[in-house]
């Protein structure tokens, strides 16, 4: 604690000499104007930093969301074509509306098959932006076996899922 003397004056006034300051050795508290706009500059290069990694893992949710959903296609097409074994071939043609599942119809395995692929192609348009599905049937090799494809589009490129499944019972 500093000392403060304090001396009598003529007509009776008090003086602290400790307040007795020169006009060069005061301080001004508080922050200049530069300080602020640079310590602004640094905080909006922060922000934009957070706010483009926001926007990227909103992207790569959405990717991971599609991605899913083309797991989940591939694997009902696999599930069908296996508990159809008997239609080879023809998963490979075109999908039809053969009311299969729904109507109570009696189909057979190839009109079953064409059913099949009227329904992933729905599915496809619906889950998936663009979303196909192609399937190649390999009947040279045992057992045949079929590749199933489902593609998709995310901006500025084009996905893809591929599996490769053998089919016993053909």
């Known amino acids: 604690m500093p000392l403060v003397a304090q001396v009598n004056l003529p007509g009776n006034q008090m003086t602290d000499y400790s307040k007795k300051r020169t006009l060069s050795s005061q301080r001004i508290g508080g922050f200049t104007l530069i300080e602020v706009l640079v310590a602004l500059v640094i905080m909006s290069v922060g922000m934009l930093g ?36 008997t239609a080879a071939a023809a998963y490979v043609a075109p999908g039809a509306d053969n009311n299969c599942i729904l109507g109570g119809i009696d189909c057979t395995p190839a009109e079953m098959a064409a059913n099949d692929i009227f329904l992933w192609d729905q599915q496809a348009v619906d889950t998936l932006p663009t979303g196909t599905i192609t399937i190649v ?4 090799v045992f057992p045949p076996e079929y590749e199933i494809t489902v593609a998709w589009e995310e901006p500025g490129e084009v996905l893809d899922y591929v599996i490769t499944i053998p089919v016993f019972g053909i």
Not at 58 to 85: E, F, K, Y
Not at 137 to 140: A, L, P, Q, Y
């Open 50 to 85: 957070i706010a483009g990694l926001y926007v990227h893992s909103m992207q790569a949710g959405r990717t991971s969301i599609l991605h899913h959903n083309a797991v989940t296609l591939a694997g009902d097409v696999a599930d069908r074509i296996r508990a159809n074994p």
């Open 137 to 140: 049937f390999d009947n040279g």
